[in-house]
C-alpha cells in the first residue's frame, strides 16, 4: 500500500471531515465513498479479467 496513515493521522482526516460535512452527513459520506470504492474494485477486476481473456485469444491466435 502506498500510502501508510497511523492512528494519529486517522483521527485528523476524521476531525477534519467531522468540521467540514457535520456529524449528521458523515454515515452518507461514508456510504458514498465506500460505493466509490466497492465501483472502483469492480471495474479493476473487470479490466483484468479482459485483459486475461485478451492474452489467451493473442496466445491462440484466434481473432475477435
Request: glycine residues 12%; positive net charge; proline residues 5%.
Amino acid at each position: 500500500m502506498p500510502f501508510r496513515i497511523g492512528p494519529v493521522e486517522l483521527v485528523l482526516i476524521i476531525v477534519v471531515l467531522m468540521l467540514i460535512f457535520g456529524v449528521g452527513k458523515l454515515p452518507q459520506v461514508g456510504e458514498a465513498m465506500g460505493k466509490a470504492v466497492r465501483q472502483f474494485r469492480k471495474t479493476q477486476e473487470s479490466s483484468f479479467e479482459g485483459d486475461a481473456t485478451e492474452d489467451e485469444k493473442a496466445k491462440t491466435g484466434k481473432a475477435g
